[in-house]
Structure formats: C-alpha cells, structure tokens
C-alpha cells in the first residue's frame, strides 16, 4: 500500500534476488529456485481493484515470456 510501481518493483526484484539465491535440498540434490514477478499501480481513475490486479497479472505472464526470472512492471499513465 502508498507504493508506486518503481518502489514496488525494486521490493519485487530483492525478493526475485534472494530467492534466486537459496539452494533447497532436494533428494539429496541442491536446487535452485527463480521467481517471476509482475507489478503494477493501482490508477485512481479506476473504480475496481480487479482492473489493478489483471494488469498485475498480465505482467507477470510479460516477465515469464520475457525469459523468467525476472520482474516486468506496467506503469500507470
């Protein structure tokens, strides 16, 4: 909340960092984890928050296509 899209993004990229960064043992094996995240601003000329959240989503689908592990953001007008 009370966060623009940069700000978000740049929480959303440390989290994608430090993911990244963990190994998790599995089967006797270390695995590495990404994440791919997608950001965007809520506008204040929209009524529902649904708008937000399916931008937010199309975003994220961006950041997968755009080659995974990474953080795509839609920017509010």
């Given at each position: 909340p009370h966060t623009?899209?940069?700000a978000a993004a740049l929480v959303a990229e440390r989290l994608r960092q430090r993911v990244m960064a963990q190994e998790v043992p599995v089967a006797g094996?270390?695995?590495h984890v990404t994440?791919?995240?997608?950001v965007s601003e809520y506008r204040p000329e929209e009524i529902d928050i649904e708008d937000t959240i399916?931008?937010?989503d199309q975003s994220l689908y961006e950041a997968k296509e755009g080659g995974r592990n990474r953080v795509h953001t839609i920017y509010a007008l």
């Open positions: 623009d899209a940069p094996k270390s695995l994440l791919s995240a997608g399916r931008r937010a």
